[in-house]
């Protein structure tokens, strides 16, 4: 069955570039890998995806698109029937893309409206191996959305792009999984927007490590470090200049989609939260409020 494998990368819109391209650069240590037309591209040092984040400037900060991978221009192709199927609104139809790696894909809006691209055949990066005690992100980890239908747009991303249920946190979270990692997309009630993105850290000691620069440069952290239940990785939430919520993670569980039984948690505090020793909590991540590019193509 086609199906999406992997999360390529996140393309920001942001008041202020030069603040966002600095945060990236000098605090969450990615790497620039072009700049031009307008467009920043960064990428992890760990992992080969030739990038992670693509920046902007705009007047309002918006999310352009959520890219995902596939693993063969025929997946392209077929995902992009079964999206038109269900009744998304595509952007455009699969074609060579005119992106920095170009590659073939295709762009919709989901239910939400939210812009996402599938794609394969896009260009590699260069990877490298982190040295130890290099607090680095490795590549994304995974993205959560929040969504005013939580539940169905859970099953549209299972029935139509072919994730697997994970985990259900109560009836509140879902996760879900694209490959071996125990989720790589994620689903909260509320107005249709990101809820953050992670990156995945070497190991817990580098995690708290970027930590320690992140703090030392000025960023509050905004939640933890704790250690979550569904998924098992610790986490650490920190929020970008232009208001973004991103996280460094590790130990995110490995699972076999082909034997996995999916769970449902008990919502309480040690279930969020094993450690229970860090700061903050859900309640003091930014409150979520509607993309301003809902059902709105960014044109790049
Ligand atoms: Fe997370």
């Known amino acids: 069955m086609s199906r999406v494998i992997d999360i390529r ?41 030739l990038y ?27 995902l992009h029937d079964k999206v038109v199927a269900s009744g998304c609104q595509v952007i455009f139809a699969p074609r060579e893309l005119e992106s920095l ?7 919709f809006f989901n239910p939400d409206g939210m812009t996402m691209e599938i794609s394969a055949d896009v260009e590699r990066g260069t ?14 980890s995974h993205v959560v959305f929040h ?17 697997g249920l994970s985990d259900w946190i109560g009836d509140f979270m879902s996760l879900i999984h694209c ?21 995945d850290m070497p190991n817990v000691d580098e ?9 030392r440069g000025g960023n509050d952290t905004l939640w933890g470090p704790g250690r979550h239940t569904a998924g098992d ?30 769970r449902t948690f008990q919502p309480a505090p040690d279930i969020m939260d094993q450690w229970g020793i860090g700061v903050g909590g859900p309640q003091t991540m930014p409150k979520p409020a509607p993309d301003a590019g809902l059902f709105q193509a960014a044109g790049v």
């Open 9 to 49: 990368y996140v393309g920001y819109a942001v008041p202020d570039l030069e603040a966002e391209r600095a945060f990236y650069l000098d605090q969450w240590k990615l790497k620039l890998v072009a700049e031009e037309d307008g467009l920043t591209y960064l990428a992890t040092e760990g992992h080969d995806e």
């Open 52 to 78: 992670a984040v693509r920046l902007r400037q705009a007047d309002v900060k918006r999310v352009d698109v959520v890219a995902l991978a596939a693993a063969t221009r025929a997946d392209v192709d077929a």
């Open 101 to 107: 790696g170009g590659g073939y894909g295709f762009r």
């Open 127 to 140: 990877a490298r191996a982190l040295e130890p005690r290099e607090a680095i992100p490795v590549k994304i």
């Open 147 to 163: 969504s005013p239908q939580h539940k169905e747009i859970t099953q549209w991303f299972i029935d139509v792009l072919g994730f």
């Open 179 to 199: 490959n071996t990692a125990h989720h790589r997309i994620a689903f909260l009630p509320g107005p249709p927007c990101l809820n953050h993105v992670a990156y």
């Open 207 to 215: 995690m708290m490590r970027g930590l320690k620069r992140l703090r």
């Open 233 to 262: 990785n610790t986490f650490s939430y920190f929020v970008t200049p232009a208001g973004f919520p991103v996280e460094y993670t590790a130990e995110l569980e490995e699972i076999d989609p082909a034997t996995w039984v999916p």
